[in-house]
T-cell receptor
Framework: QQQVKQSPQSLIVQKGGIPIINCAYENTAFDYFPWYQQFPGKGPALLIAIRPDVSEKKEGRFTISFNKSAKQFSLHIMDSQPGDSATYFCAASRVTGNQFYFGTGTSLTVIP | DTGVSQDPRHKITKRGQNVTFRCDPISEHNRLYWYRQTLGQGPEFLTYFQNEAQLEKSRLLSDRFSAERPKGSFSTLEIQRTEQGDSAMYLC??????????????FGPGTRLTVL
């Protein structure tokens, strides 16, 4: 059973656009939600993370929106650039837990 | 480079052979994780260590898989009698676990295994 569901599977935007990637979870014990960026041939790299006590977090051009009641969270990339083209994974874990549950990934392409 | 390193980066083997991968975590990190990632999927948890103790294993980790972290530093993941279904990227991550905080896991570049 997929603990974290991610959509869309792929996304194409023009440079400067704002791609939005969505994730949903069922386990209400999750309380830590990171986003990872992965380039081909590389391991995932942490982008930004949020805890459910806040509804939004911004770091540079990356913003996480969190809706605790709906059990959903999303990643927004402002002023997207071709260098942002990568696969993005959402994940969830418990603060007291030991493993991350990853979504299936979104392949983002930013067209110059 | 002081990040997580993995060796080898690529491994091609024939079905039935044994393979071993190595992971060197960030030096001060006390936790080390192994994940498996297949094409088009997110990483799936296999096992993790707190120092030298293996504290949790996923049901994905069959009896053919064994992991060690003998001195609480580097770790090895061995797959015996490899099968074609073992073909995947094997990722290692490490973190510094402090009581009451959330670990940030830092991933290595992975070892790509192809079983022919």
């Amino acid at each position: 059973q997929q603990q974290v569901k991610q959509s869309p599977q792929s996304l194409i935007v023009q440079k400067g656009g704002i791609p939005i990637i969505n994730c949903a979870y069922e386990n209400t014990a999750f309380d830590y939600f990171p986003w990872y960026q992965q380039f081909p041939g590389k391991g995932p790299a942490l982008l930004i993370a949020i805890r459910p006590d806040v509804s939004e977090k911004k770091e540079g051009r990356f913003t996480i929106s969190f809706n605790k009641s709906a059990k959903q969270f999303s990643l927004h990339i402002m002023d997207s650039q071709p260098g942002d083209s990568a696969t993005y994974f959402c994940a969830a874990s418990r603060v007291t837990g030991n493993q991350f549950y990853f979504g299936t990934g979104t392949s983002l392409t930013v067209i110059p | 480079d002081t990040g997580v390193s993995q060796d080898p980066r690529h491994k091609i083997t024939k079905r039935g052979q044994n393979v071993t991968f190595r992971c060197d975590p960030i030096s001060e990190h006390n936790r080390l994780y192994w994940y498996r990632q297949t094409l088009g999927q997110g990483p799936e948890f296999l096992t993790y260590f707190q120092n030298e103790a293996q504290l949790e294993k996923s049901r994905l980790l069959s009896d053919r898989f064994s992991a060690e972290r003998p001195k609480g530093s580097f770790s090895t993941l061995e797959i015996q009698r490899t099968e074609q279904g073992d073909s995947a990227m094997y990722l290692c991550a490490s973190s510094l676990n402090l009581a009451g905080t959330t670990d940030t896991q830092y991933f290595g570049p992975g070892t790509r295994l192809t079983v022919l």
